[in-house]
């Protein structure tokens, strides 16, 4: 067993888990953050999709003891004081979604795309960011609307536009 401790949505945790135990395990069956999903166990669709330290992985590709004393962020604690965050609302607004599977990941996917390429984003940008994570249901039009209103609406929110 190999003791981890990190900041999950803000709160302190810490657990003594196998050394193997992937972080998207972790988040799911010890901590019960089951908005994060598992779709295909090898980091092709983007269902897994968190925030470490503010950028967007797949949690199927981590040891949670990699992430010992760093920061999640999972879907659940993007909503804030009982709202949604923009991101999430945006989605909900322009049904950005069908069978919901792929939402978590794409959300999560959406807020890191907005924090690093800023608030006014193309289709074909979003389009092209949105490369690996799969909507089985093929909703991507509802959901390049809604990542496109969810960036117009985060524009109050801090950003950090990476140079390009």
């Known amino acids: 067993m190999s003791a981890v401790s990190l900041t999950v949505n803000g709160k302190a945790v810490t657990a003594d888990i196998d050394p193997r135990t992937l972080l998207v395990q972790y988040l799911r069956e010890t901590l019960r953050l089951t908005g994060t999903h598992v779709g295909c166990d090898t980091s092709q669709c983007g269902a897994c999709v968190v925030h470490l330290d503010g950028e967007a992985i797949k949690a199927c590709t981590v040891l949670a003891v990699q992430c010992d004393g760093r920061s999640v962020t999972t879907i659940e604690g993007l909503a804030s004081g009982g709202e949604l965050h923009p991101m999430q609302a945006a989605f909900r ?9 792929c939402t978590p990941g794409m959300i999560m996917t959406a807020v890191d795309l907005v924090r690093r390429k ?7 940008t979003i389009r092209d960011e949105l490369e690996g994570n799969i909507c089985r249901c093929t909703g991507y039009h509802n959901i390049v609307k809604a990542i496109a209103a969810g960036a117009e609406n985060m524009a109050g929110e801090p950003q950090k536009v990476a140079a390009e």
């Open 93 to 101: 607004e322009h049904h950005g979604l069908q069978c919901g599977y």
């Open 118 to 124: 800023g608030n006014s984003l193309d289709e074909h």
